[in-house]
């Protein structure tokens, strides 16, 4: 397969590109900053140099030709502003629905977070900005003709991966390593399972092949 991953700088995202490397797909890591290009070479990845913030759907579609897939796993950062919440988390999202579409891609998986549909719409705070924009961004995905995955993860860690987790509609609080989070993404891919699926993911004990297996649309 030829994924393309936006956001492919990111740690899941890296995480992502070095386990479809190793399994022989092909990785195209879209990513704004040249300097992180070396980066993902390491990491087995092919480098695409694209500032979601800049493109538009029609532009982003054309280097998506020859493209299977497409994960969106960008995010502005935890020091970003409550805008780049939209621009990124939400409109980078829906601008890579966009560009798929037109690109003629139907399988889409996007890395959300848990909780996302639990903000509060009259805050301005940016963790709740944040979770709105994730929202939006995930209803948005769900409405389209694609075969879906959202995965919204618990806190990330940067632990060893178990290969183990817990996937439900609501799992309730707890921890996932980064690594697992993008072993899910992979399996979903590789696999071609967990479509028109949403669910929260943390660290459990079922090996992550059956838990996707078992996501109940």
């Given at each position: 397969?030829?994924?393309?991953?936006?956001?492919?700088?990111?740690?899941?995202?890296?995480?992502?590109?070095?386990?479809l490397?190793?399994?022989?797909?092909?990785?195209?890591?879209?990513?704004?900053?040249?300097?992180?290009?070396?980066?993902v070479?390491?990491?087995?990845?092919?480098?695409?140099?694209?500032?979601?913030?800049?493109?538009?759907?029609?532009?982003?579609?054309?280097?998506?030709?020859?493209?299977?897939?497409?994960v969106?796993?960008?995010?502005?950062?935890?020091?970003?502003?409550?805008?780049?919440?939209?621009?990124?988390?939400?409109?980078?999202?829906?601008?890579?629905?966009?560009?798929?579409?037109?690109?003629?891609?139907?399988?889409?998986?996007?890395?959300?977070?848990?909780?996302?549909?639990?903000?509060?719409?009259?805050?301005?705070?940016?963790?709740?900005?944040?979770?709105?924009?994730?929202?939006?961004?995930?209803?948005?995905?769900?409405?389209?003709?694609?075969?879906?995955?959202?995965?919204?993860?618990?806190?990330?860690?940067?632990?060893?991966?178990?290969?183990?987790?817990?996937?439900?509609?609501?799992?309730?609080?707890?921890?996932?390593?980064?690594a697992?989070?993008?072993?899910?993404?992979?399996?979903?891919?590789?696999?071609?399972?967990?479509?028109?699926?949403?669910?929260?993911?943390?660290s459990?004990?079922?090996?992550?092949?059956?838990?996707?297996?078992?996501?109940?649309?």
């Amino acid at each position: 397969m030829r994924i393309a991953i936006a956001g492919g700088h990111g740690a899941i995202a890296l995480h992502i590109e070095r386990q479809l490397s190793a399994a022989g797909h092909e990785a195209i890591a879209i990513v704004r900053n040249p300097e992180h290009a070396s980066d993902v070479l390491a990491a087995g990845g092919i480098p695409v140099i694209i500032d979601l913030e800049k493109v538009d759907a029609r532009t982003l579609a054309l280097d998506l030709q020859g493209i299977d897939a497409v994960v969106f796993a960008a995010g502005a950062g935890p020091n970003s502003s409550a805008e780049r919440k939209y621009t990124v988390d939400r409109d980078g999202a829906i601008l890579l629905a966009d560009a798929a579409d037109l690109a003629g891609i139907r399988r889409y998986v996007l890395i959300s977070s848990m909780g996302a549909d639990s903000f509060d719409p009259d805050s301005d705070d940016v963790f709740q900005i944040y979770l709105r924009a994730k929202s939006e961004a995930d209803a948005n995905v769900r409405q389209r003709d694609f075969d879906y995955t959202i995965i919204r993860p618990g806190a990330l860690t940067n632990d060893p991966p178990t290969g183990e987790v817990e996937l439900a509609e609501s799992t309730g609080r707890g921890t996932i390593a980064r690594a697992d989070v993008a072993a899910l993404v992979v399996a979903a891919l590789v696999d071609g399972i967990a479509l028109n699926a949403q669910f929260e993911a943390i660290s459990g004990d079922t090996p992550i092949p059956d838990a996707l297996a078992a996501v109940r649309y």
